[in-house]
């Protein structure tokens, strides 16, 4: 049983890495999307969301097969609990990427405020933490996790920033406001993308250590 079981587990991480990939191409096509404005990209992006949730689905239906026909334990238990949970961060970063996508429809076409606000630092960190976390994972590199962990707050004060400059816009340019709030809402998207990949970086903290880590403090 123990080969079957391995061979079981292996498809399965196949199968998340796929995913994986998938996601992070997304990603990077809403972030291209979003820099050239780029409705038809936007478009194809929203179109595509329901290929990621069935992969999704079908990663949970493998993991929870082989809990009812193996009921594994320890350390092969642990993976399949975390890679549940990244199965389902992953989808919600795709969403993220629909959601950024749905900002760019909105906005483009529209008449823009005489204001500018640069995305492409957020995007790239937000993007770095995503292929470290799924690194990690690849590698049970848990240092790199931690890394991860680190950076998500450099991903917070960022957004934190654009809050800041985007309410000052909207007090010069209050005609503006709806504008204003979507192209604010593209931070918070990308906000949240980091915050899923720091969720995955969690759970491979947790498959390497047997640790749950979630809503502890990150030190440098």
């Known amino acids: 049983m123990t080969i079957h079981l391995?061979?079981?587990?292996?498809?399965?991480?196949?199968?998340?890495?796929?995913?994986?990939?998938?996601?992070?191409?997304?990603?990077?096509?809403?972030?291209?999307?979003?820099?050239?404005?780029?409705?038809?990209?936007?478009?194809?992006?929203?179109?595509?969301?329901?290929?990621?949730?069935?992969?999704?689905?079908?990663?949970e239906e493998e993991c929870l097969k082989v809990l009812a026909l193996y009921q594994p334990v320890a350390s092969d238990l642990r993976f399949l609990v975390v890679v549940i949970k990244i199965n389902n961060d992953l989808e919600r970063i795709a969403d993220q990427a629909v959601n950024i996508a749905v900002r760019i429809k909105t906005l483009a076409g529209k008449p823009a405020p005489d204001f500018t606000c640069d995305y492409t630092p957020m995007a790239e960190k937000a993007g770095l933490m995503l292929k470290m976390s799924l690194d990690?994972?690849?590698?049970?590199?848990?240092?790199?996790?931690?890394?991860?962990?680190?950076?998500?707050?450099?991903?917070?004060?960022?957004r934190n920033n654009a809050y800041d400059r985007i309410k000052k816009a909207i007090s010069?340019?209050?005609?503006?406001?709806?504008?204003?709030?979507?192209?604010?809402?593209?931070?918070?998207?990308?906000?949240?993308?980091?915050?899923?990949?720091?969720?995955?970086?969690?759970?491979?903290?947790y498959m390497r250590r047997g640790e749950i880590i979630r809503h502890t403090e990150t030190f440098d």
Do not use: C, W
């Open 6 to 59: 391995q061979r079981e587990l292996d498809k399965i991480r196949h199968m998340l890495l796929s995913l994986g990939a998938l996601t992070e191409n997304r990603f990077k096509q809403a972030i291209r999307a979003l820099n050239e404005m780029d409705v038809e990209l936007a478009r194809e992006i929203i179109d595509k969301d329901e290929e990621i949730d069935l992969k999704e689905v079908q990663i």
């Open 136 to 158: 990690a994972f690849v590698r049970q590199d848990d240092k790199k996790a931690e890394r991860v962990r680190q950076m998500d707050e450099e991903v917070d004060a960022m």
């Open 172 to 205: 010069r340019a209050p005609d503006k406001a709806g504008y204003l709030i979507n192209l604010f809402l593209v931070s918070r998207h990308l906000e949240r993308m980091a915050d899923h990949a720091t969720n995955i970086a969690e759970e491979v903290i």
